[in-house]
């Protein structure tokens, strides 16, 4: 089974620029997380997808942040303008199943983001 | 709300040795508790979870962990180390009706010959 596909795996860009991070969850699988990962920390969740509705995107910041979810299953995260702060691993991850606490989530390699 | 508290930004030990990383939470709620395992340049991989049942989980590569209530805890330990094990440890809770995961600031293990 493959698992939780992300590009592109780097990215260096310079403040105020865009920048977009594409994710291919496990087949089937109908959650979607966004995490972000600074440097030293652990992942905070960004957003999370019920297919292609969103549950939960309290801590994304809107202003600069968005995300969709294609016919509930790739998505894409962008940045646009990018502020030195975004400079992080952004992981993206997929859980079976509609709802559920003990889903476990299956993570992608990650995207590191470094905003010069 | 609840929170992950994992004590040790870095643990050393030698081959051979105990393994042992500790992680605390705060919930207003019963927890359901995870480990996860980060290798270098590569995504969380669960080593192990507790979900209500049985207070002792074993997990893969050996490891094990203990839900203690009354000290909020659940470190994972393992009883000989492997330079395999070297990586970053992150502990992480959900207590809400999702699966929205809070997870630790993580404890890089360091395995010394």
């Known amino acids: 089974e493959a698992g939780v596909a992300q590009s592109p795996r780097y990215k260096i860009i310079e403040k105020r620029q865009s920048v977009a991070f594409w994710c291919n969850p496990i087949s089937g699988h109908a959650t979607l997380y966004w995490y972000q990962q600074i440097l030293g920390q652990g992942p905070k969740l960004l957003i999370q997808f019920q297919n292609n509705g969103v549950v939960d995107d309290s801590q994304l910041p809107k202003d600069r942040f968005s995300a969709e979810r294609l016919k509930g299953v790739d998505s894409t995260l962008k940045i646009q303008p990018a502020k030195l702060e975004d400079s992080a691993v952004y992981l993206c991850?997929?859980?079976?199943?509609?709802?559920?606490?003990?889903?476990?989530?299956?993570f992608g390699p990650g995207t590191r983001l470094t905003v010069l | 709300a609840q929170s992950v508290t994992q004590l040790g930004s870095h643990v050393s030990v030698s081959e051979g040795a105990l393994v042992l990383l500790r992680c605390n939470y705060s919930?207003?709620?019963?927890?359901?508790l995870f480990w996860y395992v980060q290798y270098p340049n590569q995504g969380l991989q669960l080593l192990l979870k507790y979900t209500s049942a049985a207070t002792l989980v074993k997990g893969i590569n050996g490891f094990e962990a203990e839900f203690k209530k009354s000290e909020t805890s659940f470190h994972l330990t393992k009883p000989s180390a492997h330079m395999s094990d070297a990586a970053e440890y992150f502990c992480?809770?959900?207590?809400?009706?999702?699966?929205?995961?809070?997870f630790g600031t993580g404890t890089r293990l360091q395995v010394t010959l």
């Open positions: 992480a809770a959900n207590t809400g009706t999702a699966s929205k995961l809070t």
């Open positions: 991850a997929s859980s079976p199943g509609t709802s559920g606490r003990v889903n476990e989530q299956f």
């Open positions: 919930s207003s709620v019963p927890p359901y």
